[in-house]
């Protein structure tokens, strides 16, 4: 993964922010093939609130997370962590609010918080993400990180950013090849 990340890296212009994402809550991995591919980010699960994902029970982890980032010496690496992530049941949380979460992973010194739909390419709630930008009262950026299509663009405008992935490929299906013509699209309604 640092060598494909690198490769990534590489290609693009260093006033590109670049990260990674390693799945099933590999976030040391991940945290370490940022460090070894000059990225500037990474995308973690489960950073507050322990919960039940597709790929099993995902234990928060922004302490030890967090301490791991300054052993490797790379603070300089902002972590951006999913809130009531898709793919996951919550309910041994379900007392605990999506606004109460974002304070949490605040509190904990996250960078910036991603709101999500349920599943990949299922858009976010337009009123969670105006909930969560509340919560952490304009003090670290509000991300989406799902679902956003050129049909629901502007529900998410008051966003500090847009992950987009599904909707690039082909049909819309993460495992397809990227479509010019629907990154085009995209691409036209973001600079409207």
């Known amino acids: ?39 500037q980010f990474v995308r973690v699960e489960g950073f507050v609130y322990s919960h039940v994902a597709d790929e099993g029970w995902i234990d928060a982890c922004a302490g030890p997370l967090l301490r791991y980032r300054k052993q490797l010496s790379a603070s300089h690496i902002h972590v951006f962590a999913d809130i009531k992530k898709k793919h996951s049941a919550h309910a041994v949380t379900a007392d605990v609010s999506i606004a109460e979460t974002a304070a949490a992973a605040q509190f904990f010194n996250v960078d910036g918080v991603i709101v999500t739909g349920t599943s990949t390419g299922v858009a976010a709630s337009p009123e969670e993400l105006k909930t969560v930008t509340q919560a952490v009262k304009n003090k670290i950026p509000v991300l989406i990180g799902s679902g956003v299509t050129p049909q629901n663009m502007h529900q998410f405008k008051d966003a500090t950013g847009l992950i987009i992935g599904s909707y690039l490929k082909y049909d819309g299906d993460w495992q397809n090849q990227l479509d010019e013509d629907r990154i085009r699209e995209i691409m036209d309604e973001a600079n409207k």
Request: net charge positive.
């Open 1 to 39: 993964m640092s060598i494909l990340a690198s490769k990534v890296r590489h290609i693009l212009p260093s006033s590109v922010p670049v990260g990674v994402q390693i799945l099933a809550a590999a976030n040391k991995s991940a945290l370490a093939v940022a460090l070894a591919a000059n990225l």
